[in-house]
């Protein structure tokens, strides 16, 4: 038998001889272990090959190497922006391995500072809350300020415009038979400081009286808030007061990280999910396609009408797809024509902001930070 | 930072405080993708010690070396997808202006 009857012979049967395979080594994987490498496949009992493959000499032996060039990377990665606010924003982030996007998450959620309420004061509080829990509500509320224009209060330091934020708050329900709800519009910012005066021995030692903050100057004589007062996250609900009761205190925000208290957390929440790929492995046609369409909760796929009356299903949305797997449970014939995958490279990220910085500047800090790990890891070894 | 090595500067563990899996498993993938590398993992000794162990075994470099070069390949990463992103909020900006949003009047009050 020649080379070419060979050739013809497998062709027929969809079967690749040895004997006819390409060269190796060639630069590319083959089909089957590429799938393996960049899809999770979301069968009906698990999904399936959900690692990575990080080790740079892990298809040495078919002569592919798995290692990373900076130029290949700087040329498959991109960014593409989807929705944009003051909030909250979307991106797609692709050609990154999960251990640096899964990086990023964690560090905009535990480790960008903002500033939070840590201090509270309190003169007076005859509501029905605790002083305890309302200290723990009010440490919850976002501010609105750049905490890149603040210091970290460290133990030995003394609260001061550059360390500390201070607020007042002072209301009484003076009406009978009415109820009053505190809202966070009732904090009222003191760019002087504290107004509270420091007990006792301290006032008889010297001639002028100490609070509880030392300001060397009002913040809003610094440029930074001259026309923009610092204000907190507005009608969110402290406390309800019956009448004649009375809360008097002050709070003191300081600078943190979201990993010694989530209220340091800059995001509200900070997700990323892989993109999903829906792939038909074989024509879907007539009630067939009709049904598939039924099947899906998130409506994924559409029915397109063929030049002569048929009717085919075409996946229209894979980006709706939750991979619930609705559309592969019923029977095993289900599993062979749809193929539900997700792309481990591609990342749909998503950033709620809790209003201190906006979405796209928290990102950017986030990578910093991660910067600046490296370059701590680079001075410490040299 | 510790820096265990038995005589052999090929093998080595770096002891990092204050860090976690943000950046082990990070350095874990660049390390991974390092020719020289012929192992590397990483380790948390105990969960309420902020502390974690990267093991690197190369095959002839000093392993202190190729740990520096991961984490300069790191942060060029880093610098890349920095100017990307920012590449693309540009982008989306000037495609999408900003009185699109409907959250802006948040701000006003």
């Known amino acids: ?148 224009l603040f210091d970290y209060l460290s133990e030995n330091d003394t609260p001061n415009e550059k360390n500390t934020i201070v607020f007042k708050l002072h209301v009484r329900c003076e009406e009978k038979g009415q109820r009053l709800t505190v ?61 004649g009761q009375e809360i008097e205190l002050e709070a003191h925000a300081v600078k943190g990280v979201g990993k010694t208290h989530a209220k340091w957390s800059p995001v509200a929440t900070c997700w990323y999910r892989m993109l999903p790929e829906v792939v038909l492995t074989e024509e879907i046609e007539g009630k067939k396609a009709e049904v598939l369409k039924q099947k899906c909760p998130a409506n994924v796929f559409e029915i397109e009408d063929l030049a002569d009356g048929r009717k085919r299903a075409t996946v229209a949305r894979p980006r709706a797809c939750t991979l619930c797997r609705e559309c592969i449970k019923d029977g095993e014939d289900w599993e062979k024509r749809v193929s539900l995958r997700r792309v481990k490279d591609h990342f749909m990220f998503t950033i709620e902001s809790t209003g201190a910085l906006p979405p796209e500047v928290l990102f950017t800090e986030a990578v910093k930070v991660l910067e600046d790990k490296c370059e701590l890891v680079i001075s410490d070894l040299s | 930072m510790e820096h265990a090595s038995f005589g052999d500067q090929r093998n080595a563990t770096f002891s990092l405080a204050e860090e976690d899996h943000t950046l082990a498993n990070a350095l874990r993938f660049t390390l991974n993708q390092d020719p020289r590398v012929i192992f590397c993992g990483y380790s948390i000794p105990h969960p309420s010690e902020a502390r974690v162990n990267i093991r690197v075994q190369t095959t002839g470099e000093p392993a202190r070396e190729v740990l520096k070069d991961s984490c300069q390949d790191l942060m060029l990463m880093c610098q890349h997808i920095r100017g990307t992103f920012d590449k693309a909020v540009n982008d989306f900006r000037t495609t999408n202006p ?5 959250s802006q009047d948040m701000d006003s009050d």
């Open chain 1, 1 to 148: 038998m020649s080379d070419s009857d060979s050739e013809v012979m497998a062709e027929a049967d969809g079967f690749v001889s040895a004997l006819n395979m390409p060269d190796v080594p060639s630069a590319k994987l083959p089909p089957h272990l590429e799938l393996r490498k960049t899809r999770v496949l979301c069968n009906v009992d698990a999904p399936h090959n959900t690692d990575t493959v990080q080790y740079s000499g892990a298809y040495a032996s078919i002569g592919v190497d798995n290692s990373l060039r900076f130029d290949d990377f700087c040329n498959n990665f991109r960014v593409e922006v989807t929705r944009l606010s003051h909030e909250d924003m979307e991106f797609d982030m692709v050609g990154i391995d999960p251990s640096i996007a899964n990086a990023f998450r964690r560090i905009l959620l535990a480790e960008l500072p903002t500033m939070a309420i840590e201090k509270v004061l309190i003169a007076n509080n005859t509501s029905v809350v605790q002083d305890e829990v309302l200290a723990h509500r009010l440490g919850l509320i976002p501010i609105k300020v750049d905490p890149r």
């Open chain 1, 183 to 243: 809202t966070s519009n009732e904090l009222t910012w003191l760019p002087k400081g504290s107004e509270f005066l420091k007990t006792s021995e301290s006032l008889t030692s010297t001639s002028k009286a100490e609070t509880y903050t030392s300001f060397t100057c009002s913040q809003d004589s610094l440029p930074e808030f001259g026309g923009n007062p610092i204000s907190v996250y507005p009608d969110i609900t402290i406390d309800k007061l019956g009448f």
């Open chain 2, 98 to 102: 900003p009185d699109n949003h409907p």
